[in-house]
């Protein structure tokens, strides 16, 4: 049996993804029976608003279209809002009116209103004696804002909730007049793109910064660089991150080039921050051979990296009605009256039996690049309309069903959860290893008798144990989750940051340690009192308080999202199940069950995340050098940016981040250095410290693996990712669609116990400074120390669950990320302190009061008005606190007594 056939057999008793369901619910019809096609659509205080549109007039007949390019489409002025209110629905008799009939421009849903963009408009008179239409039409330049504050209002202005209404200019018009086009809003920058501005189909492509909105002289229009194709109409755009930043998209279209119309399927992303286009190839589903068009149909951003269009036209009949329409023309210009009617009877023959457009919804991955269908529409497609989002589910109103022929119907869908059944085999597993751990903790909590047991664990851990224990206190969800999805979305960049640890290694060896051991302290803030002065080392102790209780939220929150994703069960569920555990556990065990604990479940996360990438590796053809191969040519692996700049990770940014995100933990960091603390001598201390330094380098290596691995395997499966609504989620999909039964639920146990390990860490390492730093040195009267830490835990792991409770509700892209930058504005203080504290001998307290308010404003204005990349935060909080201390010192010198063995110098000495 090849190894084929093994993985296979194993996948057998794994979890195939289930199909999500999409449930569909018909809203009520427009007022309008007759339907709209091209109206301006959109969401505003929960209220959906339908503007404008285009139909058939009341006096047509169903079923005796002639001709699809001449018939009497009247365009209105009506605004329509559907009002909610619970679960019911109802019309609001609207009075206001636009001031023209129009009908095919974009419309921009955003928080403080509709943007309607552009469009046709069209006059309508009737003669009476000839009962025939005369209009007068042409295309609009016209931009204004529709919102509904319990009545419709329409503005030309764009305005803030905190704006001054009279400091804000109108929205210029666009620079030509544009019908039948496309466009987007990404961080309050309009884009329009496409569509027809009076001679055929154009490569317009304009970007309005509404940010300048208050500046008559910014507040203009500005003209980018065209996508490398051809220019186009009724084509679809949306914008969605792709895995780096917010991009904008652009699929099919179609343009009379040359005298003969053309059908596009290809499809384009803009990158922003580069003014950069990217051709994104032709459209292929998965399997297909022959490149789709999706011309006109709704789109939608779905999950975190998913667009998702509900139907379209593939531009055939078009192209077919336009040959027939040419040689009717011809045959009429010649006389040929037999075959210019028979042409029209064929004619009305394919538009009265026209079945409809593609009611295929389809599904493109805008990190994987790939297309996967996403069920199929309960009713005719409608297109020329907007999908929008409405709460939690997506509204497609109106639109065109076949050729000439408009609909009043508004549907509702409701993309459910991705669920899957966790499986009992997996419960089993994930209980006893619970159970385990628990039990870790009883067994422990009998040695645990006194204060120093409970902090140190009497000194007795072995080197390799520690060693073990800082890297999978280290570790943790963060890097168990968001680092292969971090990978996933992007490349090998930040790897250099895990080699950081190792580089820091000797620094924290041969300058801190000595230190931290020879001074015989609990908490290493006892340092900063003995160096500089008790308000010091409280200020030290609370910095450190903050960064845990917030590190303790996404420790939390990430494996809450992983259980979330596979099991269905509620997020703020699982955060606080994940807390109760944790804090019992901590209760218990004290940093010699965290310890011993730490230990099983590094061996348990990585035996489980390399068996991944093994069965990873073995599912995709190829294997290895496949995934090497493909990756490259994808820039997947790229390990350095070579660009100057401090606000993408570029080399410079990524070596100063690796130097300060891995030497403020191990110097600053309670429960890092705690670790070190626990071992019988400083040699041993240093042992431990080199083995968690070492061991970074494959683990990184399997971890930074698992990503990339991910990205080529749901490339070649596109079908088997869901939409998700955090990217963090990425590797919990797999483990549960393609491990097998138990090992999955072994590997979700192993996220559970990396985010308990970093969570008890926390909580214990919290209750040591919290206990020795204030209760024993504030608190005079004698005070049951132990009991005192407990208890102090048992709080903290309530407050953990509360943070991670919190930051659920923060739009975060990549947690891992969110958790750098903390590290930085948290921790650049202390670091500033330390080393103003072991590497001079002038500074003093008054100093360091000095340099930490010179820290906190350099962190705020690198924070709030640079573009930096935030792991430049330590370097900034570390350097700022540092020199201005320094500088403090220098000009206002005090003498310096009583520093033996407190300064590098003196302890050199």
């Known amino acids: 049996m090849d190894k084929k056939s093994i993985t296979t057999v194993f996948l057998i008793c794994s979890f195939l993804w289930a199909d999500q369901p999409l449930e569909w619910d018909n809203l009520p019809d427009l007022p309008n029976k007759l339907g709209v096609a091209g109206p301006f659509v959109g969401v505003h205080n929960d209220a959906l608003i339908l503007a404008g549109g285009a139909s058939l007039p009341p006096e047509f007949p169903p079923g005796k279209i002639d001709s699809p390019f001449d018939p009497p489409i009247f365009y209105n002025d009506q605004i329509h809002v559907l009002v909610k209110n619970r679960d019911s629905y109802h019309w609001y008799n609207n009075p206001v009116k636009l001031n023209k009939n129009l009908a095919y421009g974009v419309s921009i849903p955003t928080s403080n209103g509709i943007i309607c963009v552009g469009g046709l408009w069209k006059n309508h008179e009737k003669d009476i004696t000839s009962e025939t239409h005369k209009a007068i039409s042409g295309i609009s330049d016209d931009i204004f804002v529709i919102q509904w504050q319990n009545e419709i209002k329409i503005s030309n202005k764009w305005i803030n909730t905190d704006d001054d209404q009279n400091l804000v200019q109108e929205i210029p018009d666009l620079p030509k007049p544009t019908a039948v086009l496309a466009g987007t809003i990404i961080e309050n920058k309009i884009y329009i793109i496409g569509g027809d501005s009076a001679n055929g189909a154009t490569n317009n492509f304009w970007m309005l910064d509404l940010n300048h909105r208050t500046s008559e002289e910014k507040y203009k229009w500005k003209t980018l660089p065209v996508w490398p194709g051809a220019p186009r109409t009724h084509l679809i755009a949306s914008s969605q991150t792709d895995g780096r930043e917010e991009c904008f998209f652009i699929f099919g279209g179609r343009a009379r080039l040359n005298n003969q119309w053309q059908i596009f399927t290809d499809s384009y992303k803009y990158i922003p921050s580069r003014g950069e286009w990217i051709f994104q190839g032709e459209i292929h589903m998965n399997g297909e051979l022959i490149a789709r068009s999706v011309m006109d149909g709704p789109v939608i951003r779905i999950g975190a990296n998913h667009l998702a269009i509900f139907g379209s036209s593939d531009g055939m009949g078009y192209l077919y009605l336009t040959e027939l329409a040419s040689q009717t023309t011809n045959a009429e210009a010649q006389n040929k009256v037999e075959i ?208 845990q209780l917030t590190r303790m939220g996404i420790v939390i929150l990430l494996p809450a999202l992983a259980l979330s994703a596979v099991t269905g069960l509620d997020v703020v569920i699982c955060i606080i199940s994940m807390g109760v555990l944790s804090t019992l556990y901590t209760v218990l065990g004290g940093i010699e069950a965290v310890i011993w604990t730490d230990v099983l479940q590094t061996i348990v996360l990585l035996g489980g995340a390399l068996i991944a990438l093994v069965i990873i590796l073995n599912n995709i053809d190829g294997g290895l050098f496949t995934v090497i191969s493909l990756a490259a040519n994808q820039g997947k692996l790229a390990w350095i940016n070579l660009d100057w700049n401090l606000t993408d990770d570029t080399l410079v940014v990524i070596l100063l981040g690796a130097i300060f995100t891995s030497l403020l933990p191990y110097t600053t960091d309670q429960s890092v250095a705690q670790r070190y603390l626990t071992t019988k001598d400083e040699k041993a201390a240093t042992k431990a410290i080199y083995t968690n330094g070492w061991l970074a380098i494959p683990g990184s290596i399997i971890f930074f693996g698992l990503g990339t691995a991910l990205f080529i395997y749901f490339q070649q499966f596109p079908s088997h990712l869901p939409p998700i609504k955090n990217a963090d989620q990425i590797f919990p999909i797999f483990i549960m669609n393609e491990m097998p039964s138990g090992l999955a639920g072994l590997l979700i146990a192993g996220v559970f116990a990396a985010a308990m390990s970093s969570l008890d860490s926390s909580m214990h390492s919290i209750a040591t400074v919290l206990t020795t730093d204030f209760v024993q040195r504030l608190r005079r009267k004698h005070t049951e120390l132990l009991s005192t830490a407990k208890k102090l835990t048992f709080i903290l792991g309530l407050l953990g669950t509360v943070s991670a409770i919190v930051i659920v509700s923060i739009d975060v892209k990549h947690l891992w990320d969110y958790f750098l930058n903390i590290i930085g504005l948290l921790l650049g203080a202390l670091g500033g302190l330390f080393m103003l504290g072991i590497f001079t001998k002038r500074v003093h307290a008054p100093h360091a009061w000095v340099g930490v308010a010179g820290c906190v404003f350099s962190l705020w204005w690198v924070k709030y008005y640079t573009d930096y990349n935030g792991l430049l935060y330590g370097v900034a909080g570390t350097g700022s606190c540092f020199i201005i201390g320094l500088l403090a010192s220098i000009l206002f010198p005090q003498k310096s007594d009583g520093l033996k063995n407190l300064t590098w110098w003196s302890l050199k000495e």
């Open 340 to 547: 210019a009617s028979h042409l029209k009877k064929e004619q009305k023959e394919f538009l009265n039996g026209h079945l409809g457009y593609s009611k295929d919804i389809l599904l493109y991955n805008t990190v994987t690049n790939r297309w996967t269908d996403y069920g199929v529409l309960p009713v005719k497609s409608q297109i020329s309309t907007t999908a929008v989002q409405w709460g939690e589910s997506i509204v497609i109103p109106c639109g065109e069903i076949s050729p000439g022929y408009r609909t009043p119907n508004i549907w509702k869908m409701n993309h459910g959860e991705y669920r899957i059944a966790f499986g009992i085999f997996n419960w089993i597993v994930l209980s006893l290893y619970v159970l385990i751990l628990m039990g870790m903790g009883f067994w422990m909590s009998k040695r645990g008798k006194t204060t120093n047991d409970f902090f140190l664990a009497g000194r007795r851990i072995p080197w390799w144990a520690a060693g073990l224990s800082i890297y999978s206190t280290q570790l943790s969800a963060i890097t168990y989750l968001a680092i292969p999805a971090k990978t996933f979305s992007t490349d090998w960049v930040r790897f250099l940051i895990q080699l950081g640890i190792l580089a820091c290694a000797p620094i924290v060896i041969y300058f801190f340690l000595p230190f931290f051991r020879r001074l015989n302290m609990t908490s290493i803030y006892e340092y900063l009192e003995m160096r500089f002065s008790l308000s010091i080392r409280l200020l030290g102790s609370t910095s450190f308080v903050i960064f």
